[in-house]
């Protein structure tokens, strides 16, 4: 089953991005989790099928996927990089025809994953230090 992951580092505590990371709408310009109906307009829809919080991660698929995938199942992990830094990463499993998969890895990878994981960095850094400025005052 083919496979696209993307990760970066944030200049912010792991359980700060992790509270913003199962949040999409803090981060994510297209992505929305409904859970009873929707509460705002989306792009896309996804749906949780595995939230662990002490894990700090995050598993959904898309019910209604706007790429010729089948099966798809997404997972983001953050993990404590130490120095209140972390890493997150974002990976899909789907499956695909052999044809489309170098355009998956553009459109997916790096339109999606990597643009979506710089805004939740900055994101958690704008939060932390807005954190860290609140408690010097």
């Known amino acids: 089953m083919p496979r696209i992951s993307r990760r970066t580092f944030v200049a912010a505590p792991a359980d ?3 509270s913003m990371a199962n949040d999409f709408s803090q981060w994510h310009p297209k992505l929305r989790i409904y859970a009873d109906g ?3 307009p989306a792009d896309l829809v996804v749906t949780v099928v595995e939230q ?3 894990g700090m991660t995050l598993s959904y698929h898309m019910p209604d996927p706007p790429f ?3 099966d798809h199942r997404a997972t983001i992990l953050v993990e404590d990089a130490g120095h209140q830094c972390a890493y997150v ?3 899909a499993e789907f499956s695909a025809e052999p044809t489309v998969l170098a355009q998956l890895e553009d459109s997916i990878g790096d339109d999606i994953f990597a643009q979506a994981l ?3 960095a900055t994101a958690a850094q704008d939060s932390f230090g807005a954190q860290q400025v609140a408690n010097a005052n």
């Open 52 to 54: 662990d919080d002490e």
């Open 68 to 70: 010729p995938i089948k």
């Open 89 to 91: 990463t974002w990976s």
């Open 118 to 120: 710089d805004n939740l």
């Open 38 to 40: 929707p509460e705002a």
């Open 16 to 18: 700060v991005v992790w």
